[in-house]
């Protein structure tokens, strides 16, 4: 499955942004999705997870509050919507989708994921 990261933008510490991620072939129904970040000189590092059933969402703690993860499934879409942007969140973000596993389960760890999107780039001016 290929996934396309798309939404990324040069914006000011408290702007919004929305991210988005399609897939092409099978729904996103049929995946736990997650999004990553790489910081410049960072590791990439686990932003929001959401299980294939989509009945359950996690955040890393750093976006609590801030961001939300939703699924359009009829666009064959997963959102991340960002509130209250940082200059620390600036990164190339990242989604990832897995299909394998119970389909309540989120998963925090890159490995964990089977596909990945390219990339798109969010920068936040202070």
């Known amino acids: 499955v290929q996934l396309q990261a798309s939404g990324g933008g040069l914006v000011q510490a408290g702007d919004s942004l929305r991210l988005s991620c399609t897939t092409s072939?099978?729904?996103?129904?049929?995946?736990?999705v997650g999004w990553f970040r790489q910081g410049p000189g960072k590791e990439r590092e686990f932003v929001a997870g959401m299980s294939r059933r989509g009945d359950y969402k996690r955040f890393a703690d750093f976006v609590k509050g801030r961001f939300t993860i939703s699924r359009n499934n009829a666009k064959n879409t997963v959102y991340l919507q960002m509130n209250s942007l940082k200059p620390e969140d600036t990164a190339v973000y990242f989604c990832?989708?897995?299909?394998?596993?119970?389909?309540?389960?989120?998963?925090?760890?890159?490995?964990?994921?089977?596909?990945w999107g390219q990339g798109t780039l969010v920068t936040v001016s202070s």
């Open positions: 072939g099978r729904t996103f129904r049929q995946y736990a």
């Open positions: 990832a989708a897995t299909d394998s596993g119970d389909v309540h389960q989120i998963y925090f760890v890159e490995g964990e994921y089977a596909f």
